[in-house]
Structures are given as structure tokens and as C-alpha cells.
């Protein structure tokens, strides 16, 4: 594999949002969701089997997942303070708002678009 290939794979791997934990996982069983239903339409599960020839179903999602993500943690966010309006347990809410609150302080990274890590 030349540099160039590895530099990009590389860079492709580190493309991730800036988000806490609990907001990042919150986005990604969105972005499963999202798969779901995009694959109940024939013409976008033949466009990633002609962009991923070989590639199983579980693959196909995966890589889905990990390219969508990023996008959807806002409305992951908006999404965990909804539960929060719900009858869900304390433990739940607390954990819930002290994720909003330290994800809260993550939002210039995420605006910064650099590279981004989990906390």
C-alpha cells in the first residue's frame, strides 16, 4: 500500500465528531436506524453494493454507520434531552443531562470540523 493510501485511510479512520460518549453512541443507533430504513429501498442498497462490490450486508451497515454519524449528533442531542422530558428513571436523567452538559463543552471542536475525539 503506497503512503498516499495509508495517509488517506488514515485520515478516513480519524473522521469522527467531537461528542461525548453517550451522544456518539446516541447517533450512531441513529444512524443503524437510518440504514434500516434506506435499505428498504432497492435503489440505495444497489448503489452501495455497486460502491462496495463484495461487501456483506453487516459490512455495508457498518461502513454506513461510521460515515453518517458525525452528521447526526445534533440530532442525537435532541434526541437525549426528549428522554428527558419522558418518565424515564433519575439515574437515567442524571446520566443523560451530565452527558448534554460535557458534550455541551465539545461544540467548538465539532464547529471547528478538525478531527475529532470522544470524551
Request: net charge positive.
Given at each position: 500500500m503506497?503512503i498516499?493510501?495509508k495517509?488517506?485511510?488514515e485520515?478516513?479512520?480519524?473522521r469522527?465528531?467531537?461528542?461525548?460518549?453517550l451522544?456518539?453512541?446516541?447517533?450512531k443507533?441513529?444512524?443503524?436506524?437510518?440504514?434500516?430504513?434506506?435499505?428498504?429501498?432497492?435503489?440505495?442498497y444497489?448503489?452501495?453494493k455497486?460502491?462496495n462490490?463484495g461487501a456483506d450486508l453487516?459490512?455495508?451497515?457498518?461502513?454506513f454507520?461510521?460515515?453518517?454519524?458525525?452528521?447526526?449528533?445534533?440530532e442525537a442531542?435532541?434526541?437525549?434531552?426528549?428522554?428527558l422530558?419522558?418518565?424515564?428513571?433519575?439515574?437515567?436523567?442524571?446520566?443523560?443531562m451530565?452527558?448534554l452538559?460535557?458534550?455541551?463543552?465539545?461544540v467548538r471542536?465539532?464547529?471547528?470540523?478538525?478531527?475529532?475525539?470522544l470524551?
Amino acid at each position: 500500500m503506497s503512503i498516499e493510501k495509508k495517509i488517506a485511510k488514515e485520515q478516513r479512520r480519524q473522521r469522527i465528531a467531537h461528542a461525548h460518549f453517550l451522544v456518539a453512541d446516541t447517533a450512531k443507533q441513529m444512524g443503524h436506524e437510518l440504514f434500516e430504513r434506506a435499505m428498504q429501498q432497492n435503489d440505495w442498497y444497489e448503489l452501495l453494493k455497486k460502491k462496495n462490490p463484495g461487501a456483506d450486508l453487516q459490512k455495508l451497515e457498518n461502513q454506513f454507520v461510521e460515515k453518517m454519524w458525525p452528521t447526526l449528533v445534533e440530532e442525537a442531542r435532541a434526541t437525549l434531552v426528549g428522554m428527558l422530558r419522558t418518565p424515564i428513571d433519575e439515574t437515567s436523567k442524571e446520566r443523560i443531562m451530565e452527558a448534554l452538559l460535557l458534550d455541551n463543552q465539545l461544540v467548538r471542536g465539532r464547529k471547528a470540523g478538525g478531527h475529532i475525539k470522544l470524551n
